[in-house]
């Protein structure tokens, strides 16, 4: 059985920083693209970062570009997101996400989900 299980969310101050993980099993995901997405209250659902399989190529959000950075080790089948100089507009439930290959996940077609982890950012 497949799982994307995310951990590290919080409550934090404006300016403060947080780091996500995202810890898969079930299957190797090496060669899987991987990425972040987050939903606030009352909004649509937004990319945040994505990570290529192979090459390990970054896409990041134009909201979050110069503050967070995604990365991911193949060892332990885990996908990191580090959070810096965060802002209450980044406060949202944040979602791990895994499909084949880069492009489409980049257009939210996603093969798995995980449950999400919630991230609040106070003023």
């Known amino acids: 059985q497949v799982q994307l299980v995310e951990s590290g969310g919080g409550l934090v101050q404006a300016g403060g920083s947080l780091r996500l993980s995202c810890a898969a099993s079930?299957?190797?995901?090496?060669?899987?693209?991987m990425g972040w997405f987050r939903q606030a209250p009352g909004k649509e659902r937004e990319f945040v970062a994505a990570?290529?399989?192979?090459?390990?190529?970054?896409y990041i959000g134009s909201s979050v570009k110069g503050r967070f950075t995604i990365s991911r080790d193949a060892a332990k089948n885990t996908l990191y997101l580090q959070m810096s100089s965060l802002k209450p507009e980044d406060t949202a439930v944040y979602y791990c996400?895994?499909?084949?290959?880069?492009?489409?996940?980049?257009?939210?077609?996603?093969?798995?989900w995980g449950q999400g982890t919630q991230v609040t950012v106070s003023s």
């Open positions: 990570i290529n399989g192979i090459g390990g190529t970054t």
């Open positions: 996400a895994a499909r084949s290959t880069i492009s489409p996940l980049l257009r939210g077609e996603i093969d798995y």
């Open positions: 079930g299957r190797t995901f090496s060669t899987y693209a």
